[in-house]
């Protein structure tokens, strides 16, 4: 099988092979294990960093497309999109041809382009993986909502399968529930947590907008107030970095935020062991990863209503689900709740029992069956 894979991710090149993105390229190699032949169509990096360049595809028989990433964000970008936009259309079509089934990764840019192209292929097997925010009632990007009003159209969407994350009313039959995986069930473990002071919160993830670090912030500040014995690590980076660290300057949080820095899954599953929660005050998601594998391990996540986060958390019964992040109404909800140790185990032991449903070994006999 000639195996097609459109996608925004950007890559790097080093020593014959292709790098991107770790947790991304991690999942692509598991479909890669049931096909012949992979043709990645993504844009490609022209800087010629040796570090920090992700995880590389495990195929013998890869071929690499480059096409041009391209945004619409102002008018020297939209007028830049107007040149590559043929070019990488073009591009998209010839692959398409060539392929027996195409692997769409959505949202995005290059997503919108092949989920557009992929019309004129109605014969052809298709998987889409949606890996943002399928709520019919979100706000979003205009261009979001077009690729989820062609993909969700059995008309123009043919011989298809799109994966979407939670469980959604009133979809059509090209609509497929799905999740994804981190841990193996060799990785299965039961992680008894004690709750007592000091209470270990974690956060993983990118420094960015949108992942409600300042009201994550806003919370342990206001926790500390009520006079509660509360810690929080954070892991990653990003470019809000910096700020957050002046953030807990200013507010003389230092000893009591941690910054970590980024870190291996290994490392990751150590801090996860010893935590009690983890928590995700994000304004959108798709699946929230880092929920998922905390829960792998017993923390009790802490996440806002959004996307699938509440069925992820069964409305409440393995999770705490946050309506208003504002920083001291999400403390007054948590300090409500430690001085409930045994709702806290039960919601630990939940967690667990869910999260260690979803191994990496269910999702690569489910991407089997995909294809």
């Not at 990488?88 to 995005?108: E, S, V």
């Not at 500390?224 to 300057?249: A, T």
């Not at 490392?267 to 792998?296: C, N």
Request: hydrophobic share 40%; net charge positive; with cysteine.
């Amino acid at each position: 099988m000639k195996f097609a894979i459109f996608t925004h991710v950007i890559h790097h090149k080093h020593e014959r092979r292709y790098y991107a993105y770790s947790p991304y390229v991690r999942e692509i190699n598991l479909w890669l294990r049931y096909v012949d032949e992979v043709h990645i169509v993504a844009p490609l990096s022209k800087t010629s960093k040796t570090r920090d360049l992700g995880e590389d595809y495990i195929h013998h028989n890869l071929n690499f497309i480059e096409i041009s990433s391209f945004n619409l964000l102002n008018l020297l970008e939209f007028l830049k999109a107007l040149v590559k936009i043929p070019v990488n259309f073009y591009k998209i079509i010839a692959a398409m041809r060539q392929a027996d089934h195409l692997h769409i990764r959505c949202p995005g840019n290059i997503g919108m382009l092949a989920v557009i192209a992929q019309i004129f292929f109605p014969k052809k097997s298709k998987t889409v993986k949606y890996a943002g925010n399928w709520d019919p009632g979100a706000r979003q990007p205009w261009t979001y909502n077009l690729q989820k009003w062609i993909l969700s159209n059995t008309f123009l969407s043919r011989n298809i399968k799109v994966l979407v994350y939670g469980e959604w009313k009133n979809q059509t039959r090209n609509i497929v529930p799905f999740f994804t995986a981190s841990f193996s069930e060799e990785e299965r473990e039961t992680v008894l947590k004690e709750f007592k002071p000091p209470f270990q919160f974690i956060y993983s993830g990118n420094m960015v907008e949108g992942k409600g670090l300042k009201e994550t912030i806003g919370m342990m500040k206001s926790l500390r107030e009520l006079g509660l014995n509360c810690k929080l690590d954070i892991y990653g980076d990003g470019v809000m970095e910096n700020r957050l660290m002046q953030m807990v300057q200013e507010l003389e949080l230092d000893q009591i935020i941690v910054f970590k820095g980024r870190a291996n899954l290994g490392d990751l599953k150590q801090a996860y062991r010893k935590a009690h929660f983890s928590v995700l005050l994000s304004k959108s998601e798709g699946w929230p990863k880092a929920i998922a594998e905390a829960m792998f391990f017993g923390c009790v996540p802490i996440g806002t209503s959004v996307s699938c986060v509440r069925w992820m958390m069964g409305e409440g019964e393995r999770g705490i689900i946050i309506n208003n992040p504002e920083g001291s109404r999400v403390a007054k909800k948590i300090s409500k709740l430690l001085t409930s140790s045994g709702e806290l185990v039960e919601k630990s032991r939940m967690a667990q029992q869910w999260s260690q449903i979803y191994t990496t070994e269910k999702f690569s006999s489910e991407i089997k069956k995909m294809l």
